[in-house]
T-cell receptor, first 113, second 109 residues
Framework: DSGVTQTPKHLITATGQRVTLRCSPR?????VYWYQQSLDQGLQFLIQ???????AKGNILERFSAQQFPDLHSELNLSSLELGDSALYFC????????????FGPGTRLTVT | GQQVMQIPQYQHVQEGEDFTTYCNSS?????IQWYKQRPGGHPVFLIQ?????EVKKQKRLTFQFGEAKKNSSLHITATQTTDVGTYFC?????????FGSGTKLNVKP
C-alpha cells in the first residue's frame, strides 16, 4: 500500500459524458501527478500540482482539467469523453515537486462506451 | 520534443538468465528514475540516478546512468519469477517526467 488513494476504482460511462477522478496523496506529500495508461501502453504524464498550484503540464487534452485543493487532494476532470479516453488513470504523489520518488495510487479504470 | 525511448518492448527469459532494458533520451536529463509495475498493479519506485556515470546496485539489480546523462540501463542478474512485470524508466527535465514505454519482462520457470 503506497498511501495514495484513488476513487473510484472503476468507472463506466458513455461518450460525451463528464467524470471526475479523485486522488488523496500520501500524508505529507505536497506534489500530485496525474498519468494516463492505455491498454499495455506506457505512462503518459498529464499534469502536476505542487501545494495547490499547477507546476508542469504534459500531454493533457483541453477537454481534461485538474486542480489541487487546500487539503492537497486532487481531482482530474474529463469531459466530452471519447472512446479513446478509456484507460487507467494513475495519480502519484511525492514530497516535493522536484526529484523525489513518486508513490502511485492503485489507479482508476475508466471505460467509455 | 523531449522523448524517452525504451528497448526492448518485450523480453522473455528462462529463470536464471540475465535481463537488461535500455532507456535513451533525446536530450540531457537532470535525473532518471526506474519503476516496476507488476501485472494488474501500479508502478513502484525502484531507484533514482542523478550523477553522470552513476551506478547503483540493489541485490540482483544494477542501474547505470550514462556519462552524457542521456541514457540509462537496468540489468537483472539471474532472473526469478518474482521479477515478472513491466520496467519503466522516467527521465526528469524541465520540471516534467518523461516515461519510457516500458519493457515487459516474462520469466519462464
Amino acid at each position: 500500500d503506497s498511501g495514495v488513494t484513488q476513487t473510484p476504482k472503476h468507472l463506466i460511462t458513455a461518450t460525451g459524458q463528464r467524470v471526475t477522478l479523485r486522488c488523496s496523496p500520501r500524508s505529507g506529500d505536497l506534489s500530485v501527478y496525474w498519468y494516463q495508461q492505455s491498454l499495455d501502453q506506457g505512462l503518459q504524464f498529464l499534469i502536476q500540482y505542487y501545494n495547490g498550484e499547477e507546476r508542469a503540464k504534459g500531454n493533457i487534452l483541453e477537454r481534461f482539467s485538474a486542480q489541487q485543493f487546500p487539503d492537497l487532494h486532487s481531482e482530474l476532470n474529463l469531459s466530452s469523453l471519447e472512446l479513446g479516453d478509456s484507460a487507467l488513470y494513475f495519480c502519484a504523489s511525492s514530497v516535493s515537486g522536484q526529484t523525489y520518488e513518486q508513490y502511485f495510487g492503485p489507479g482508476t479504470r475508466l471505460t467509455v462506451t | 520534443g523531449q522523448q524517452v525511448m525504451q528497448i526492448p518492448q518485450y523480453q522473455h527469459v528462462q529463470e536464471g538468465e540475465d535481463f537488461t532494458t535500455y532507456c535513451n533520451s533525446s536530450t540531457t536529463l537532470s535525473n532518471i528514475q526506474w519503476y516496476k509495475q507488476r501485472p494488474g498493479g501500479h508502478p513502484v519506485f525502484l531507484i533514482q540516478l542523478v550523477k553522470s556515470g552513476e551506478v547503483k546496485k540493489q541485490k540482483r539489480l544494477t542501474f547505470q546512468f550514462g556519462e552524457a546523462k542521456k541514457n540509462s540501463s537496468l540489468h537483472i542478474t539471474a532472473t526469478q519469477t518474482t521479477d515478472v512485470g513491466t520496467y519503466f524508466c522516467a527521465g526528469f527535465n524541465f520540471n516534467k517526467f518523461y516515461f519510457g514505454s516500458g519493457t515487459k519482462l516474462n520469466v519462464k520457470p
